[in-house]
């Protein structure tokens, strides 16, 4: 009976657990987490924090469909690879066999680089933990201050906000998210949280985070000092600076690694039988030999579902589908999908890629882009060659599957360019329009 | 037909619409957050549906249209359910 190993319950692993169950009613198959809480999900995250649900919601299965689904799941830090041996080694010393492996053990927050940066108080959102952690500290403090970038960033904001902190965002230079965003669409998501009360602090740094004693003689955190030497009062500190894949297992093996564990179309590593998924993973594409990074949830659970099919003996392929990401920025629903970044424009606030951000939205050069900007309800299109390669949506959705299907089906819109580039007709008009007399 | 008339008839046509709809998921955006079966008055698992890419057949949804509203993510939507499926799902349930 083939044995299944699997680190990490996170949308990679489960999904590979539950494909390797369909093909395989008998085998082994052994998930190791080093969280207490199992699968869950990781963007609900958001939504824990700003009371829109009870942590019991946060997961999708229930403990008999667990069992139903036969998966064996051990607690525990895995913290050595001896593949030799093809064991997986816990931190307690026990030693786990496998015929086939998996790595999915996700992204990690960037660890923020300032002097202070291990006070209690300073926090960053990687798991169930240290939303925990934020709300806890939320309920006494009044006032917190935010660095970073991206969409985390704003998720920590807004939790805050809902809490009733009192919020000042440091932002290292002129805007928020510059390289994905463009400056209009930075303003939007700016202007919306200064309204809802945010204090936005443009070019501003923390040079270090000051703790002082409390009454039960424990350090905490007070203030920030910003690098050009302001002090702000404050009672927690977060960073949201970037993440990075967690690649500790495989160090010091022979697993190559890029940014991320290298995986072939097939998930699977330069070891035969060891399989990576998730955001760990960079799966090399075949036809240009570049390999990008997306930490997004939907592709951690399409690139899981192919890996668990190859370790259950069905060879899969993985293709890579267009990276989409539907958030809300500061109470604006904003739809990224394909390659948006119009620039290489340097991120300030981020040192890495984001959650729920794909490296394909940085750009590619040469394209043709159109806007239909209102105040609140925008569209952007990004062209190349005749053809949609990406769009930004922000506000009214009504658009958005649309566009997707035809970035997704590479559909010629050379017929109606003119027609969308002109600036007194409306770009959804045009799109509906040329879907409806059937392109 | 004044204002009233209007919306009166606006709230016929989507009641109607809505009778003879179904809620389908497009899985590729759903993020299993559980907003959409916390929110089902009649606590019908969505997101369950949204992860296997099924829409919500059946006698017990009563097309409130909830859980369309509040998925943060676009992922559900109402669709007309073919006149031949209708008839079959009204004589399943
Ligand atoms: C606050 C937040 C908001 C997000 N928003 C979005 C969004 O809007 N859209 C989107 O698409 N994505 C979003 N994401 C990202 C999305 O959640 C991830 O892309 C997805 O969870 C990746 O799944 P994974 O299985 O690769 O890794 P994870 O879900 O991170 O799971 C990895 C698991 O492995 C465990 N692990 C790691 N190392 C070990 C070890 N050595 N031993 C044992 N266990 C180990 C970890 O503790 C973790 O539980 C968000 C994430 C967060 C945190
Ligand atoms: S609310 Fe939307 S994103 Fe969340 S689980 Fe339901 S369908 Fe998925
Ligand atoms: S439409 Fe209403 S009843 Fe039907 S699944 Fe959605 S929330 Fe539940």
Redesign the interface.
């Known amino acids: 009976m083939a044995r299944h190993l699997i680190i990490g319950m996170g ?1 990679a692993g489960f999904s590979a657990a539950e494909t390797i169950r369909q093909h395989c009613p008998d085998a082994t198959i052994t998930l190791v987490t080093e969280e207490p809480y199992g699968y869950y ?1 990781r ?2 995250l958001a ?1 824990l924090l700003t009371n ?3 942590q019991s ?4 299965r229930s403990e008999q469909e667990l069992d139903r689904l036969g998966l064996e799941r051990v607690t525990g830090r895995a913290v050595c690879l001896d593949l030799q041996a093809r064991q997986v080694v816990l931190e307690d010393g026990r030693r786990l066999s496998y015929d086939a492996l998996l790595l999915a053990t996700g992204a990690a927050a960037v660890p923020p680089p300032f002097p202070g940066a291990n006070l209690p108080g300073v926090v960053t959102l990687d798991n169930l933990d240290d939303a925990r952690r934020i709300l806890r500290l939320a309920r006494k403090a009044k006032t917190a201050v935010v660095v970073g970038g991206g969409i985390t960033a704003l998720e920590i904001v807004e939790g805050l906000r809902a809490q009733g902190v009192r919020v000042h965002y440091f932002l290292r230079r002129d805007r928020f998210w510059s390289s994905v965003l463009t400056p209009e669409e930075s303003r939007l998501i700016e202007r919306r949280l200064t309204h809802e009360g945010v204090q936005i602090h443009y070019r501003t740094e923390i040079g270090q985070i000051l703790g002082k004693k409390d009454w039960r003689g424990r350090v905490k955190v007070a203030a920030v000092e910003t690098k050009d030497g302001k002090l702000l009062r404050c009672q927690m500190v977060a960073v949201a600076i970037g993440v990075r894949p967690r690649l500790e297992l495989v160090a010091d093996t022979p697993i190559q690694t890029d940014r991320g564990i290298l995986v072939n179309e097939r998930l699977e590593t330069s070891v035969p039988g060891v399989y990576a998924a998730g955001d760990v993973a960079q799966v090399v594409d075949p036809l240009t030999g570049q390999a990008q990074l997306d930490v997004l ?2 592709v951690a659970v399409a690139q899981g579902r192919a890996a668990g099919a190859n370790m259950a003996g069905v060879p899969t392929v993985y293709r890579k ?1 267009v990276p ?1 990401n ?1 958030t ?1 920025l500061a109470g604006l ?1 904003v ?1 990224l999908i394909g390659a948006v970044g119009r620039r290489r424009e340097p991120d300030g606030d981020l040192v890495t890629i984001a959650r729920g951000d794909s490296e394909v939205w940085r750009g590619i050069p040469d394209v043709l882009v159109v806007h239909d900007e209102h105040e609140i309800n925008r569209q952007r299109l990004v062209i190349k060659d005749n053809r949609l390669v990406g769009a930004v949506i922000v506000g009214d ?1 009504t658009l ?2 649309l566009v997707q299907r035809l970035i997704a089906e590479q559909v010629d819109i050379g017929p109606i360019l003119p027609a969308l580039q002109s600036p007194h007709v409306p770009i959804a008009e045009v799109l509906r329009h040329f879907v409806q007399n059937g392109r | 037909m004044g204002l009233l008339g209007s919306l009166f008839d606006y709230e016929r046509r989507r009641s109607k619409a809505l009778a003879a709809g179904r809620v389908v998921p ?10 959409c ?2 929110n089902c008055p009649l606590g019908i698992d969505v ?2 549906h949204a ?1 296997r890419g099924e829409p919500v057949n059946g006698g017990h949804c009563i097309t409130c249209g909830e859980c369309v509203a509040r998925c ?3 992922v559900l ?1 109402f669709e007309q359910i073919p006149h031949s499926l209708e008839r079959i799902l009204s004589n399943t349930f």
């Open positions: 949308a999900s963007p609900g939504y829109e649900l009870p919601q946060l997961f999708p949830w939907p589908g989409l539907v809300r629903v739809t959705q958005s599957p | 497009d899985s590729s955006r759903c993020v299993q957050c559980g907003i079966s916390f997101r369950a992860w943060p993510r676009g939507r």
